[in-house]
């Protein structure tokens, strides 16, 4: 197995789509999915890098093992569900202070997950690698009633969504993902002006339809190169000491003959 060089992590609770995100975008398809345990990891060939992506569990029974997948974490993807606005709460709550133990210089992505349940430009699946089952399991939701697709969780504060009255299923509106993203900079101390903007780094996706998941893990790949370049310069300022030359043929002990 190939070393890598940078790693990316998903972190959210359970049920937002975080494994269905990876597999959408390894496998180039959507298929159901049971909850991870602990975690797991897949290693994308992106050009002449290798990067490692994990995919770790959002159980609470697993919740301290977040902290050990966050170390020397290159970038964070924080996965919330669009029709689930507490999803998006227990980012802030459980998951952030996982990311304590990530590089200092971590890029973190804001991704509401499940947009086909609540945008109609999300319905369509994007990409040529979609397959005719894609397009035939989104045609039939979008026959299926309104009703059909309303989450269960608790009805959240207002948002500017609801309040509009355009998407009545969108517990989470984008400009509450954007607040999020700033609550980030300063909980890791960084000015929010020289920072990557809220409108680059929050994403809307769909893993079912494949909308905006390609767009997701390129963005990322592209911000990681130079701490991909970076590693790999260090490696080559220090590399590994040969123990058995630094010995050299002075130390080893001459062999004497028998008398």
Known sequence: MKKPDVKIVLLGDMNVGK????????????????????????????????????????????????????????????????????????????????????????????????????????????????????RTECEEERTEPEVEVLSACPTPPASPASLSGVMLNKQVAPEEAASFYGRILRYKGLDEKSSLPAEKMCFETSAKTGYNVDALFETLFDLVLPSILRKRNENQESPTVDLEECRGGSNKRTRTSCC
Request: with cysteine; proline share 3%; charged share 20%.
């Open 19 to 134: 494994t269905s995100l990876l597999h959408r975008y390894t496998e180039r398809k959507f298929k159901d999915t049971v909850s991870t345990v602990g975690g797991a990891f897949f290693l994308k060939q992106w050009g002449p890098y290798n990067i490692s992506i994990w995919d770790t569990a959002g159980r609470e029974q697993f919740h301290g093992l977040g902290s050990m997948y966050c170390r020397g974490a290159a970038a964070v993807i924080l996965t919330y569900d669009v029709t689930n606005w507490q999803s998006l709460a227990e980012l802030e709550e459980r998951f952030l202070s996982l990311t304590d133990t990530a590089n200092h210089d971590c890029i973190f992505a804001v991704v509401g997950n499940k947009a086909d349940l609540t945008d109609p430009k999300a319905h369509l699946p994007e990409g040529p690698d979609v397959t005719s089952d894609d």
